[in-house]
């Protein structure tokens, strides 16, 4: 194999990985408290976005471009393996090959989903460090279904007095 097709087999995992960009940052918006400053709002911010990204461990895309790079990895191994089996020596190189493209692009998915959850824990953690500090957060927006009146139960007299 010539190495200008080495490197490009290689190169791709880390590629479609790459691909996955996400922001720095919380992904909602917070609104500084009821009397409180935009310095404080600022202030307590940046203590929030500390908290938050102490709380994911890891940013967004160092989680992406792992789960890409090991799925790349697991299915260059898994195509060789399956390669050599089917069709001998020749067989490995073309299953490697095979797995590290199939492998990219199933980690490309990962990537994805990876750095979603990531983000995702990262905007809690910051929407809860902010809301304990007095600041609007966001809300759900559903509400319960109001339910019509139950209509009154009929009035009805009293029964007679029974009779002895």
């Known amino acids: ?43 307590d911010e940046t203590i929030c976005r500390q908290y938050a990204g102490e ?7 160092s989680a992406a471009t792992s789960a890409g790079v090991g799925s790349a990895a697991i299915g260059a191994t898994v195509g060789a393996v399956a390669g050599a089996a089917i069709g ?3 067989g490995a190189g073309v ?3 095979t797995g590290l493209i199939v492998g990219s692009m199933s980690g ?4 994805q989903v990876s750095a979603y959850e990531a983000q995702r824990r990262y905007d809690n953690a ?6 304990a500090k007095g600041h609007r957060v966001p809300v759900s927006g559903n509400y319960p279904p109001e339910r019509a009146p139950q209509p009154a139960a009929p009035q009805y007299p009293p029964p007679p007095p029974a009779s002895r």
């Open 1 to 43: 194999m010539q190495p200008s097709k080495r490197f490009a087999l290689v190169a791709l995992p880390f590629a479609l990985a790459a691909c996955v960009s996400l922001p720095s940052g919380p992904s909602v918006m917070v609104l500084p408290g009821t009397g409180m400053s935009f310095e404080q709002f600022r202030l």
């Open 55 to 61: 709380q994911v461990g890891l940013t967004s895309e």
């Open 88 to 90: 001998g020596r020749h």
């Open 95 to 97: 299953g490697a090959g």
């Open 108 to 111: 490309a998915g990962a990537a």
């Open 126 to 131: 910051f929407v809860q460090c902010m809301y």
